[in-house]
């Protein structure tokens, strides 16, 4: 599933794809995903230029310029567990490739789950595909953003700026569910999910089944480093292994090579070669190190 550096990742492959690009058509295949699609989708975005692509948690926000009538309006896009955003030179009828260009690839499986494509001044398209449709897109006033179900009630985003110690041993210390459910709750923290947070706490040494409010000071700066670490490493990984399409689907493609506890039960421990563990933890995997996470 993705998580904060995957929704990273993307973000900056929109950015860099289309930012200052005008919309020019949309069409909506169907009338909800996870939540219904707004139905004015079409008029709303038309004529509109993408001004700042931006990130909360896992929700990416494209941000589009006023127009007549219309403030600044908020494309509020969730990738749920399946959703992907595929940027494309469009392959229209009449458009002849360039001299040279390389050929037109077949089209892909999926695209019949594309549900929503946008289309673009200079040619592209941006589509959202989500076979299993848990993923979502809202339009919103810029001005009515905080307000908004979706994200009002998500905690900090932790990157590029981790939470300092002393906030998050303030955010921990109420709480009387496991550290790793603690931290992937939305509300203290937005953006981390079962693989990070499992790869964070083996980072920090901390066990995912340590009662959140037995964080010490000294766990406390071990964790707000881990995080720092881990999100880093991970955006890294992604910006180099997502180069020139923006994609994020619900296999873990390139960046599971890097990880050193996640989906990786009896491998050896990166630090002191006990085998990994595996646990159920409210119905999730958990991975760690008995050993070297207390
Ligand atoms: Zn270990």
Redesign the pocket.
């Known amino acids: 599933l993705p998580e904060l550096p995957e929704v990273e990742t993307v973000r900056r492959g929109l950015h860099r794809r289309l930012i200052g690009r005008t919309v020019r058509s949309v069409e909506v295949r169907r009338a909800d995903l996870r939540w219904p699609l707004p139905k004015d989708l079409a008029p709303r975005l038309k004529g509109r230029r993408l001004v700042q692509v931006g990130r909360r948690g896992k929700y990416l926000l494209l941000e589009f310029a006023p127009g007549p009538a219309l403030p600044n309006q908020v494309l509020l896009i969730h990738l749920g567990m399946t959703g992907r955003l595929i940027v494309r030179a469009k392959a229209g009828p009449g458009k002849r490739p360039l001299k040279g260009a390389a050929p037109e690839r077949k089209t892909a499986p999926e695209t019949a789950h594309e549900h929503v494509v946008f289309g673009f001044d200079d040619g592209q398209e941006l589509a959202f595909a989500d076979p299993r449709r848990f993923g979502s897109i809202d339009l919103v006033a810029m001005a009515d953003l905080d307000r908004h179900p979706r994200l009002r009630d998500l905690g900090p985003d932790p990157f590029p700026n981790a939470p300092a110690p002393d906030r998050l041993l303030a955010a921990l210390k109420g709480r009387t569910t496991s550290i790793k459910a603690a931290l992937t709750d939305q509300k203290l923290m937005a953006g981390l999910g079962n693989i990070y947070v499992s790869e964070i706490l083996h980072e920090a040494m901390i066990s995912p089944r340590r009662p959140a409010n037995k964080v010490s000071d000294a766990d406390a700066e071990a964790l707000s480093a881990a995080i720092r670490k881990v999100l880093g490493e991970g955006v890294a990984a992604g910006g180099a292994s997502l180069r020139d399409y923006v994609q994020a689907n619900g296999d873990l493609g390139n960046f599971q090579a890097q990880f050193k506890v996640y989906d990786r039960e009896g491998h050896p421990?990166p630090?002191?070669?006990?085998p990994i563990k595996r646990v159920e933890q409210g119905g999730r995997a958990t991975f760690y190190?008995a050993?070297?996470?207390r």
């Open positions: 421990c630090r002191c070669g006990q190190c050993r070297c996470q």
